[in-house]
């Protein structure tokens, strides 16, 4: 008896009254938004979460290697001009004893 | 191009939305109208307002749409069901009792005047007895008994467990076929 109450509820349950809703209710809400302005303000703490998405790395293990592979490519290519020249120490000694009157 | 858009999932459209995408918009309205507008029927028993209420929840999505947060909220229908039930609920606290439409379906062709007349006495009484119901049993029997909704999303929409939504609607039908003895 209460296993066929169930069904019967079940069922009443699963047949509730519904009334369509008009054709054009989606049409409606979309024309309605096209005249509404988003509404941009974000708060404190979601401004900073997006300020740390910003440099957030999808795969940080391979940006690193990476930036190490182009660091030595880059080292590797560009001329060395940091070490002095033996021309160098001579001109700054002349520099030096510039005031000096040649014997 | 039109092809491009039914092939977004949700979440994609709700990020574009977030840019200010009319298009996104307009297809996640039209994707999901129809399975809210029934939900918010169910509470509310008339048609335009159901409308109105539904036009509510989806134009706050537009205007405010950083309240998606994808990595909070696990599922779009999930999040938006609970907005629609809330809009719901405070429709009704300040426009208690519900009032049933008069107008009730036509008779089925099929069926006798009679039948017809009992067909509709037991379904004004199984609305009435549901909006009388407390606030998270009414709740719990409007989404577990949509046909788009799983009961773990109806859970989830709830903010609960999926045994404390069985026992939720257990609790609403032991209710309802006591009030409805008559009927069942």
């Not at chain 1, 509404?36 to 998405?53: D, E, H």
Request: glycine letters at 2%; proline letters at 5%; aromatic letters at 8%.
């Amino acid at each position: 008896m209460s296993d066929k109450q169930d069904d019967k509820l079940d069922a009443m349950l699963r047949s509730r009254r519904l009334e369509g809703a008009s054709p054009d209710l989606a049409q409606r809400i979309i024309l309605r938004a096209q005249s509404l302005p988003q509404n941009r303000r974000i708060s404190p703490w979601q401004w900073i979460r997006q300020l740390f998405a910003e440099f957030h790395l999808p795969k940080p293990a391979y940006v690193v290697a990476s930036a190490l592979v182009l660091g030595i490519i880059v080292g590797a290519s560009t001329p060395d001009t940091t070490v002095p020249r033996d021309e160098e120490p001579a001109s700054v000694q002349s520099f030096l004893y510039a005031d000096e009157i040649p014997l | 191009m039109a092809a491009g858009w039914a092939e977004k999932d949700d979440q994609e459209l709700l990020a574009l939305i977030q840019e200010g995408s009319h298009q996104a918009f307009a297809e996640l309205v039209q994707r999901h109208t129809r399975r809210f507008y029934r939900l918010a029927f169910h509470y509310v028993q008339n048609r335009d307002t159901a409308e109105d209420l539904i036009q509510d929840a989806f134009l706050r999505l537009w205007e405010n749409p950083a309240n998606w947060q994808p990595e909070r909220n696990s599922k779009f229908t999930t999040w938006f069901y609970r907005i629609v039930v809330n809009l719901c609920l405070d429709w009704q606290k300040k426009k208690r009792p519900v009032a049933l439409d008069e107008e009730m379906p036509l008779m089925d062709e099929r069926e006798t005047a009679d039948e017809a007349i009992m067909r509709i006495q037991e379904q004004r009484l199984l609305e009435k007895e549901i909006a009388a119901l407390p606030e998270r049993q009414r709740t719990a029997l409007n989404l577990c008994f949509d046909e788009e909704l799983s009961n773990q999303e109806a859970a989830e929409a709830m903010g609960v467990n999926l045994k404390a939504l069985q026992s939720l609607i257990m609790r609403a039908k032991t209710t309802l076929k006591q009030r409805m003895k008559v009927y069942l």
